[in-house]
């Protein structure tokens, strides 16, 4: 691996991992058009694991707070005695309540269904589409009319639903964030709100990616250490640079601009598979 290829691997991860444009879907169509093979097991953990430090630095205010009431929480007696009351009394130990709950969809389809999802890396007609449907599902908080007032919070059920549309994901060419926050606004989550759940959520599921890639490194070969560091720091800087961005896109109420990416590079990528 050459620096040139840490870098522009680097900024890839860190650009598609929070931006909805399907990260799977990108290296997919790579692999089948450009031969441009994944990168080795170490340093794709290397990759996911500059993305997860991103979130969390992005997001540390709101983990602090959630560690501490939960934390406190279970330090407590009332949480013992009136888990319900205690739970309706902390925002904090609410969202807890909810990213466990979301988790759970996520790694249920994440253990029942990843290599037959997987499996579609091979068949590039179908990514290509998936990004068609990305696009779509971009659009639809624009399309369906608004009912009544959006909450700050998600609850119990509405984690569900986004937890399961967070383990569909895993489809190459569906987009993990697109999908999450776009149905966290249906639901009629603020966008602030859909968009901090949606990425505190996808905490678990990177660290579960993680932990299953953990067995394939041992003998696997690495890059040398200088070349892993480029790599963490790119994915690191791009992605976090990223999620401001897509932060900001979407306060403005721009967030299905990235649509007409989705579809470009679908459209393109099914005629050139087709003619």
Do not use: N
Not at 40 to 52: K, M, R, S
Not at 69 to 88: D, I, K, M
Not at 185 to 210: D, H, K, Q, V, Y
């Amino acid at each position: 691996m050459s620096w040139l290829e840490a870098l522009l691997l680097g900024a890839l991860q860190g650009a598609t991992e929070f931006l909805p444009i399907s990260s799977s879907g990108h290296l997919a169509l790579a692999q089948h058009f450009l031969g441009v093979v994944g990168p080795q097991v170490a340093f794709d953990v290397v990759l996911h694991g500059a993305t997860l430090l991103a979130v969390v630095v992005v997001y540390r205010r709101d983990l602090a707070r959630l560690l501490r009431a939960v934390l406190g929480a279970l330090a407590s007696r009332e949480l013992w005695s009136a888990p319900a009351a205690s739970v309706r009394r902390s925002p904090e130990l609410g969202l807890a309540l909810s990213l466990v709950a979301g988790s759970i969809p996520t790694a249920a389809i994440g253990l029942l269904f990843q290599e037959p999802l997987e499996a579609l890396f091979e068949r590039p007609v179908v990514v290509a589409s998936m990004l068609l449907v990305t696009g779509l599902v971009l659009q639809l908080p624009r399309w369906l009319p608004a009912r009544g007032e959006p909450r700050p919070a998600v609850g119990l059920l509405a984690a569900v639903a986004v937890g399961t549309a967070q383990g569909l994901a895993i489809t190459p060419g569906i987009s993990r964030s697109g999908t999450t926050i776009t149905t966290a606004l249906l639901l009629r989550i603020t966008p602030e709100a859909a968009a901090r759940f949606s990425f505190l959520l996808s905490i678990p599921a990177i660290l579960g990616a993680l932990l299953l890639k953990l067995p394939d490194l041992a003998g696997a070969a690495a890059p040398p250490p200088a070349l892993l560091a480029t790599g963490f720091a790119t994915a690191f800087l791009v992605g976090w640079a990223s999620l401001a961005a897509l932060l900001a896109l979407l306060r403005r109420g721009r967030f299905a601009v990235f649509s007409w990416y989705c579809w470009a590079v679908g459209l393109a990528a099914l005629a050139a598979l087709t003619l």
